[in-house]
C-alpha cells in the first residue's frame, strides 16, 4: 500500500510569488489533513478535510492560504502571495476512520523557503 | 487553550533507556500519541494511550501517563543509534480530530 506523497519536496521561491504544494493520500483514506512546522517549532494544524468539504479550518494563518480537495482525492495548499514567515515545513496527513483512533499517516513533507 | 510541551533536546548512550516527558494542558484529552520523525521522512506513529489508561507497554516501549499532573512520558528501553530521531508528543481531544503537537525532541544516540 503506498503512503501519503506530497510534492514538491523542496520549494524555494521569493517573497510576493505564488507555490502549489500537492497531498496524495492513502488510497480510500476519506480524511486528510495539512499541518506546518515553522523554524523548528511545533506541529500546528491548519485544516481537515472529510472527502471534498472542509470539516475544520481553524488553524489557516490568514487568507493567503487557500486549500483545496476537488473529486475528494488529492489536495493541493496554495499560498499567494508567499511571505517570509511561511517558510517551514508542510506535512499532510490521511486517515480512515475504522476507529477511534483516527491514526494519522504522515507524508514526508514538503519544505518551502521563500526568501 | 491547548499547550504541549517537550524539552528540546536528550543525548543517552547506546544500551541505555531514554525517558522522553512531556506536559499537555487540556485536560479534556482522550487520546495522547508518540510520533517519531526520522531525517527526510514523515511522521511514524509509534504509540499511543487512552487517556484512561496509566500505562502502556508496547515491546521496548512503554508510556506512562500521569493524568493529574498533565505529565506523558515515553521509556525506550536498549536504545540503539536507529533510534536517534525526534520524537513528537501530541494530543487529541473527543470530537475533534486535529492533533495538538509538541515542539519535539531530538534523540540523540551515541555508540
Known amino acids: 500500500e503506498a503512503g501519503v506523497t506530497q510534492f514538491p519536496s523542496h520549494s524555494v521561491i521569493e517573497k510576493g510569488q505564488t507555490v502549489t504544494l500537492r497531498c496524495d493520500p492513502i488510497?480510500?483514506?476519506?480524511?486528510l489533513y495539512w499541518y506546518r512546522r515553522v523554524m523548528g517549532k511545533e506541529i500546528k494544524f491548519l485544516l481537515h478535510?472529510?472527502?471534498?468539504?472542509?470539516?475544520?479550518e481553524s488553524g489557516m494563518p490568514n487568507n493567503r492560504f487557500l486549500a483545496e480537495r476537488t473529486g475528494g482525492t488529492y489536495s493541493t495548499l496554495k499560498v499567494q502571495p508567499a511571505e517570509l514567515e511561511d517558510s517551514g515545513v508542510y506535512f499532510c496527513?490521511?486517515?480512515?476512520?475504522?476507529?477511534?483512533?483516527?491514526?494519522?499517516?504522515f507524508g514526508p513533507g514538503t519544505r518551502l523557503t521563500v526568501t | 487553550g491547548e499547550d504541549v510541551e517537550q524539552s528540546l533536546f536528550l543525548s543517552v548512550r547506546e544500551g541505555d533507556s531514554s525517558v522522553i516527558n512531556c506536559t499537555y494542558t487540556?485536560?479534556?484529552?482522550?487520546?495522547l500519541y508518540w510520533y517519531k520523525q526520522e531525517p527526510g521522512a514523515g511522521l511514524q506513529l509509534l504509540t499511543y494511550i487512552f487517556s484512561n489508561m496509566d500505562m502502556k507497554q508496547d515491546q521496548r516501549l512503554t508510556v506512562l501517563l500521569n493524568k493529574k499532573d498533565k505529565h506523558l512520558s515515553l521509556r525506550i528501553a536498549d536504545t540503539q543509534t536507529g533510534d536517534s530521531a525526534i520524537y513528537f508528543c501530541?494530543?487529541?481531544?473527543?470530537?475533534?480530530?486535529?492533533?495538538?503537537f509538541g515542539t519535539g525532541t531530538r534523540l540523540l544516540v551515541s555508540p
Open positions: 478535510f472529510v472527502k471534498e468539504s472542509k470539516q475544520d
Open positions: 488510497s480510500g483514506h476519506d480524511n
Open positions: 496527513a490521511s486517515s480512515q476512520a475504522l476507529t477511534g483512533l483516527y491514526e494519522q499517516y
Open positions: 501530541a494530543e487529541r481531544n473527543t470530537g475533534f480530530q486535529k492533533l495538538v
Open positions: 487540556d485536560s479534556s484529552s482522550t487520546y
